[in-house]
């Protein structure tokens, strides 16, 4: 199996591993070895290369540790859950969705009351040792602890990074010199309490994640750049499964996409991944069904990636309307509202109490007065009694005290409830996919190659000296010095044939090799090989950091060498 | 106050701030904003530069939530402690060291016992409401949290990254192919449950570090490339306080500072807070006092910056003998040691028992044989009786049985515990600190300026169009597009007078801006304004990429342009 080959590799070679494997390891983590947390860097810096640098959002970095207030207002506290069973005999802890999806393939799960019944109605058993289980009962996925001593706060590690920015809201706001639409990013580590994590990278319980949060004015959901990428084409299944699109102008034309932004962070995550060496066939873009989306959002597409656990779900792009900000509105009393400006007034008619004075003096005699100013800033409701508070007294006005006008406002502004646009991406399956996309046996040989694309491979440049001697290794570390003087990631090997290291270095996906040779002593010169062709050329020392930095932005190719 | 200045400037412009403030704030935690994180991005981006990069070191990344065994190892569990006390009445918690030192300024804490006693002993009272102070107790400063349901397993947030390398010794020898010295580098978050964190910063309960673990021979602490800075003069304070030294070589050579190894880290820990833009005469090393020194270490020194928070340690380089891989193998049972081979084989005097079978035959009988094995395989002892293990039986063996005999062997290799040497840093304070010594007011205006140097400064360049009309701001756009595009950082502001928006970018350390006129229309030049000498020169626009990427990293000064 491929997960099997490519896990071994990773071990083997540095990419990642099971944490704490000494003490016999902690399920649902993992580590990025040497080669695999540069790999985890330079996704990430292309990515901020594209949101941060070039679509010009605002990074922020928010703590991990969150109180508890946060996550009421996010609903995290109440729905941030799964059902759980446990063996009566054993004590094994099942998710029981899942045990239900491996038991009862066929069984379709529509709600959760199919999930709290179906353990019964299928009589399914502990798959350890066949005890009877426990009635499912909801588990809560965040991880909690206590803040500080004595009267402790709760703290929870955060779900996702995404409540950090909407927290922020106002602070970011100002940033922007209140305009929108603006969008804020955080690249940091997310948090789930799985009840029996079992797919390796792909469902950890502390993840890496890449999020960004848009905030539009609802009625203009547009994003600056979408004329940039308007007639990209990608693959995609909507929720009625039939369409087709042949770019993403006619995908918002057609009302398959919600609205533009929508459609340009799709188009934006299509290229970045493919940027990064995700093959465009091993892309789509799969949108939520009625039923599957959460009841505040409009519209939510996941993109997925195939490998050999399916096809995976690694960036979500959702339009969640105005749920969070009103969420956070509600339970902080802050005003997260934004004030719109029209571009030229409207007229408005308004309904107004007035109050009659004549009538109300003989009945209230020295509070007459306020109750009228009470009266008049009343907003008339459907209500059968107007009640107004004087002086913290309830007071009913009798009907004939009162009329209703109706009088023709100007209105130059509203405010609003920003609606939020949130493309969320999971850096750990993006990495784990680009893997397993890039892996591949050469024909002739019995080595492994990762096929990574120069400006992701972890190191850019292996440098080889022919023999440890006669000087070769000394004018190769020379060569390695000013690599890495220049900044760039370099690796040294002269250990084994020259063979056995350039398929050390393919294993590790480094895209160019150096061998310094003994014909480098007398003309300067070295060979420079590359990866996938296995082409190679001799190059002038002189020539090396010009031509590599070319051949790893790709305006150079190897061939024209 | 400087430091309120920059808390204000901070969270005015977008550096940091205070955590949830909608929910009324979360005491020691704080939010890197928009120009802060961009910061701190940069600040690790040459540190891995150093480290990563140019000193070859393996980059790895685990977990923050880590198993208990972990920490039983490392002494966190019983140690990693802080003195508590509570008001009987209101029930404050206050740390009880901090407590004494703020009310009996004169009083110097020599041990725990001095905590313990010293409320009682000077009648120190609640400082909130005056009531009486319960008897000081330990306090762990890690967050506890459950891992998995059901029988969880007690899991804890990193106080440090270091543990995450320890354990993972044996992946990253053999990655670096079973040879020292080596060393492993981490970046991440660490976690402190403080009692009563105040110092903004400086102190949180979630902190940014860097660290690293290097692991040596014991007999052979040097690092390959001290030759390049042996004659580096830094300032130190050592334990003695009366040491100066002229460069890190005399200090090795002087004994002062105790290897080749700490003198080397030492050396570059201050070249790398020069390059961020650290001014020299606020570094200082100081050594730690044998009274200090945790009982396992060899020798620590503080990198302390100056602040107004006084001398803070940003960054500790310790001397960690072989304590963190004895502990982890102690508590893992692995064999956490390495193989160092001898250039020549040296010899030694063994002693053996030999077994006496013609002794051995009638007392034993069937069993002498494997009895007479078990002898020779036993180690010399001083106890008097010698007992060997056959088939789970004990037997004494009688003096007459054996004798010892002494044999002169060739040895070639020992099996010995690394030693470990630790440089870690305090990106948060490494990183305040920073700005404190980059902030100042110009004489002649009411704005404030960060002197941050360009290869730090979050934002390289500023884009601003004259007026936002009659096509300047379209060729404004145009050339920061370029920029972006060319993997730059710039901001585009089109808001108030050009002297606002040169102060505006001022106060958040922008290094160069480019402004658009009328005659950029009719040329194609623009004018460079270079932050500190606020200097103006007209480039043409072609030449804006190559002299900017130069300007940034510092190989082109804006005198000579």
Not at 66 to 71: A, G, I, K, L, T
Not at 221 to 241: A, C, G, H, P, Q
Request: glycine share 6%.
């Amino acid at each position: 199996m491929l997960s099997k080959k490519l896990y071994d590799l990773a071990k083997r070679r540095g990419i990642f591993w099971g944490s704490f494997e000494i003490y016999g390891g902690f399920s649902g983590f993992y580590d990025y070895g040497p080669i695999g947390a540069l790999l985890k860097d330079n996704i990430i810096s292309v990515w901020k290369d594209y949101y941060v640098n070039r679509e010009g959002l605002a990074l922020i970095d928010t703590p991990n540790i969150s109180p508890e207030d946060v996550f009421r207002a996010s609903g995290h506290l109440k729905e941030f859950t799964d059902y759980i069973s446990y063996c009566k005999t054993c004590k094994t802890a099942f998710r029981v969705d899942e045990l239900l999806k491996e038991k009862v393939p066929d069984f379709v799960i529509k709600s959760n009351e199919d999930i709290i019944t179906g353990i019964e109605k299928f009589n399914i058993k502990c798959t350890v040792c066949g005890g009877e289980l426990t009635k499912p009962e909801k588990f809560n996925l965040m991880f909690e602890t206590k803040v500080g001593p004595g009267n402790f706060k709760p703290g929870y590690l955060r779900p996702e990074t995404a409540q950090g920015i909407f927290v922020n809201f106002n602070n970011i706001y100002r940033y922007f010199r209140e305009e929108l639409p603006f969008g804020v990013a955080q690249i940091g580590k997310g948090f789930r309490n799985e009840i029996a994590p079992r797919q390796g990278l792909i469902r950890q319980r502390e993840f890496n994640m890449a999020e960004v949060e848009l905030f539009f004015d609802p009625k203009n959901k547009r994003w600056k750049n979408f004329e940039n990428i308007k007639d990209l084409k990608v693959r995609i299944i909507s929720k009625n499964e039939q369409d087709l699109i042949e770019s993403l102008k006619e995908g918002v034309e057609n009302k398959i996409i919600s609205s533009e932004a929508i459609a340009y962070f799709i188009g934006l995550t299509h290229l970045f991944l493919i940027e990064i060496g995700i093959p465009a066939n091993k892309i789509r873009f799969r949108q939520h069904t009625d039923a599957e989306l959460a009841h505040y959002a409009i519209d939510c597409w996941d993109c997925e990636i195939e490998s050999s656990y399916g096809w995976v779900e690694c960036v979500g792009i959702a339009d969640r309307g105005t749920y969070d900000l009103t969420q956070h509105e509600l339970e902080s009393g802050e005003d997260l509202k934004v004030t719109i400006r029209y571009e030229s007034p409207i007229t408005k008619n308004i309904k107004k109490y007035k109050p009659i004075e004549k009538v109300l003096g003989p009945i209230f005699k020295d509070k007459a007065k306020l109750i009228a100013k009470e009266i008049e800033n009343h907003k008339v409701t459907e209500e059968k009694d107007l009640k107004v508070q004087v002086n913290g007294e309830e007071i009913v006005v009798p009907k004939e005290a009162y009329t209703i006008i109706e009088k023709i406002e100007k209105i130059s502004s509203e405010k609003i409830v920003p609606n939020v646009i949130e493309p969320s991406y999971g850096i750990d399956r993006i990495l784990y996919s680009l893997l397993e996309n890039s892996y591949y046996e050469r024909e002739e040989s019995e080595f492994h190659v990762l096929r990574l694309v120069p400006k992701i491979a972890p190191i850019n440049v292996s440098v080889f000296p022919l023999m440890p001697k006669d000087g070769l290794d000394i004018e190769a570390q020379k060569i390695h010095n000013m690599l890495v003087n220049n900044h760039f990631k370099a690796y040294y090997d002269d250990s084994g044939s020259i063979g056995k290291r350039y398929a050390r270095a393919d294993e590790i996906g480094i895209p160019f090799n150096i061998t310094i040779d003994y014909q480098t002593l007398s003309d300067q010169t070295v060979t420079l090989r590359e990866r996938d062709s296995t082409k190679q050329v001799r190059l002038n020392i002189s020539d090396i950091l010009v031509n590599l930095r070319k051949l790893i932005d790709g305006t150079l190719k190897i061939e024209v060498l």
